[in-house]
């Protein structure tokens, strides 16, 4: 049993950065998930990383930009998004996977509430 409740987000320039955060109850020693969604259009994929935090997986359109660490003494995964583009704009969100390193939004079973990122041109 875990609950996620994401903090951080808001408004940014094309090229500047922003850290989301996810804090879990319990222990994070769990696979988690992020996922990102625009208005009008499905929920993406945007990264991975163990229960351990000894690994990442990243979606092609956010690798070299995004990157996922996780704090385990604060029960905390994090998102750092650089070099933001406009496209980025979305809603975020982290869960706790079935699978390490899953890409499929319905192998998760819990979800944050989800915070808004967007970037302006």
């Known amino acids: 049993q875990v609950q996620l409740v994401e903090s951080g987000g808001g408004l940014v320039q094309a090229g500047g950065s922003l850290r989301v955060s996810c804090a879990a109850s319990?222990?994070?020693?769990?696979?988690m998930g992020w996922f990102r969604q625009a208005p009008g259009k499905d929920r993406e994929f945007v990264g991975a990383?163990?229960?351990?935090?000894?690994?990442?997986y990243y979606a092609d359109s956010v690798k070299g930009r995004f990157t996922i660490s996780r704090d385990n003494a604060k029960n905390t995964v994090y998102l750092q998004m650089n070099s933001l583009k406009p496209e980025d704009t979305a809603v975020y969100y982290c869960?706790?996977?079935?699978?390490?390193?899953?890409?499929?939004?319905?192998?998760?079973?819990?979800w944050g509430q989800g915070t808004q990122d967007t970037v302006s041109s």
């Open positions: 869960a706790t996977g079935k699978y390490p390193f899953s890409p499929i939004a319905s192998n998760y079973d819990t």
């Open positions: 319990g222990r994070t020693g769990n696979n």
């Open positions: 990383i163990s229960g351990s935090g000894g690994g990442t």
